[in-house]
């Protein structure tokens, strides 16, 4: 793991469903502590400690590295995923030759990030409810007795 960015700030845009539901997914995993979450779209945000304006971050995903680099686009998914252990999941993404594939598909997404949101609603819901059932059932166990907040645990 590369100390020079982790933890890392991830800068997201929580009123994209589909954004907000890859956060989730991050933040569930996130046992280590290598990631933290900032929401852009809330009520007071404000960019200017971040060096980036409020147009670039909701243009694509922004991220804050541990040594204070700015990183974005498809690489800051890519550095999440590795930050909780998923590294494998995106590593394509940093092989050279798909590289331009890769970015110009993210700029594809992150423009129409909202359309897609809107399309893909019913299926983020059933996802939401999916996850909310199971952390529910690791609730219920930690009140029996037998924790697992986490995978692995």
């Not at 909310?132 to 930690?142: K, T």
């Amino acid at each position: 793991m590369n100390h020079a960015l982790y933890p890392m700030t991830l800068l997201y845009d929580a009123a994209c469903p589909v954004c907000s539901l890859e956060m989730d997914h991050l933040w569930e995993r996130n046992a280590a502590g290598r990631l933290a979450f900032v929401d852009i779209s809330a009520e007071g945000f404000d960019p200017t400690p971040y060096g980036v304006t409020l147009q670039a971050m909701n243009e694509e995903i922004h991220a804050i590295a541990a040594d204070g680099r700015v990183l974005h686009g498809v690489q800051v998914l890519r550095l999440a995923y590795e930050a909780v252990g998923l590294g494998w999941v995106l590593k394509p993404i940093g092989w050279a030759p798909l590289q331009p594939a890769f970015e110009l598909g993210y700029r594809w997404f992150a423009r129409h990030r909202q359309a897609i949101s809107r399309t893909s609603a019913p299926l983020v819901r059933g996802i939401r409810r999916v996850r909310a059932a199971r952390m529910a059932a690791r609730m219920q166990a930690c009140r029996d007795g037998a924790c697992r907040l986490h995978r692995g645990e």
